[in-house]
Nanobody, 117 residues
Framework: QVQFDESGGGSVQPGDSLRLSCKVS????????RGWYRQAPGKQRERVAS???????TYLDSVKGRFTISRDNVRNTVDLQMNSLKPDDTAVYSC???????????WGQGTQVLVAV
């Protein structure tokens, strides 16, 4: 069982910023929080940003230059700073963590981001 605390979603206008935060609040085994996915209505889930085992970040092409991911290895948290938001960024954003020993992935419940005029 893995529980997440996700926060920071909301309703904003195009061009605004939001910062999402995610923490593994409880886990029965060792997991490493790595990044964020999003899913918009009627669309497939896509990985927005992640930090690999080598510590290097990767981003979805459409968010490069606008989003920045950061991780605190001690607290096992991951944040996503989202700038210059666009209506196409509207989605439910979920953080995820990996149980590397068994190659399993766990997702949080998600936080809604709505970008509209």
């Amino acid at each position: 069982q893995v529980q997440f605390d996700e926060s920071g979603g909301g309703s904003v206008q195009p061009g605004d910023s939001l910062r999402l935060s995610c923490k593994v609040s409880r886990s029965d085994f060792e997991v490493t929080v790595r990044g964020w996915y999003r899913q918009a209505p009627g669309k497939q889930r896509e990985r927005v940003a992640s930090i690999g085992k080598n510590g290097e970040p990767t981003y979805l092409d459409s968010v490069k230059g606008r989003f920045t991911i950061s991780r605190d290895n001690v607290r096992n948290t991951v944040d996503l700073q989202m700038n210059s938001l666009k209506p196409d960024d509207t989605a439910v954003y979920s953080c995820y963590a990996d149980r590397d020993s068994l190659h399993l992935r766990y997702w949080g419940q998600g936080t809604q981001v709505l970008v509209a005029v």
